[in-house]
C-alpha cells in the first residue's frame, strides 16, 4: 500500500510539474510563438463625441530574460509620443496568466486579466470604475487590435481598431 501512495505521489507530482513547466514555454505557445518579432500597427480611435484620434505603433515581441514575455515599442497617439511596455508572465501559485502594461507618463503599471486562445488574447482591466479592454485575434497573417473604455455607466467612452502587420 506505501508502494501504491508512493507511485500516486510521484505520478501527480510529475503530472503538475510538467503542466507548470508548460505554462511557462512562451516559445512554443500557438499564440504567443506567432507574434515573437517585429510589427507595425495602425489604426483609429473614436471617443464618445465621435472625435477620431489616429494611432501608429513599431513593436518587437520577445521572450524575455525573466523567462516572461514581453511587447515593448513606441506609439504615436494622436500627436503624443509614448514608449509603451507589456509584459506576461504566470503567476506560480495560480498557474494563470497575468500581464502589466506601461507607457510613459505612468508611475505605476496596469495588471490585465488576461484570457489566451491559440490565436488571440483578450485583456482587461479596471479604469476608475470602468473597465479597459484589448482584444488582440489573429485573421489571415494580421493581428487585430479592438480596444474599447467602457465608464461605470457601461457607456463606452472610447473604442476603435489597430491593425498589426508582422515586418520581415
Not at 463625441?49 to 514581453?70: H, L, M, P, R, Y
Not at 505605476?108 to 485583456?123: A, T
Not at 479592438?146 to 520581415?168: P, R, T, W
Request: glycine share 10%; net charge negative; aromatic share 10%.
Amino acid at each position: 500500500m506505501k508502494l501504491i501512495r508512493s507511485l500516486f505521489f510521484l505520478i501527480s507530482f510529475s503530472i503538475v510539474l510538467v503542466g507548470s513547466l508548460a505554462a511557462n514555454d512562451f516559445a512554443s505557445h500557438p499564440y504567443f510563438s506567432k507574434i515573437i518579432g517585429e510589427w507595425q500597427g495602425k489604426g483609429t480611435l473614436t471617443n464618445s463625441d465621435g472625435e477620431d484620434t489616429a494611432i501608429q505603433e513599431d513593436w518587437t515581441a520577445k521572450v524575455n530574460d525573466e523567462g516572461g514575455f514581453s511587447i515593448e515599442g513606441d506609439r504615436i497617439w494622436g500627436e503624443v509620443s509614448q514608449r509603451f511596455r507589456w509584459v506576461f508572465s504566470v503567476n506560480a501559485s495560480t498557474e494563470l496568466y497575468e500581464c502589466e502594461y506601461w507607457h510613459t507618463g505612468m508611475d505605476e503599471p496596469m495588471r490585465f486579466q488576461v484570457s489566451l486562445s491559440d490565436d488571440g488574447v483578450e485583456l482587461s482591466a479596471p479604469v476608475g470604475d470602468g473597465e479597459l479592454s484589448v482584444k488582440n485575434k489573429f485573421k489571415k497573417e494580421k493581428l487585430i487590435g479592438k480596444i474599447s473604455l467602457q465608464g461605470s455607466d457601461g457607456q463606452e467612452n472610447l473604442a476603435g481598431k489597430v491593425v498589426h502587420n508582422k515586418q520581415e
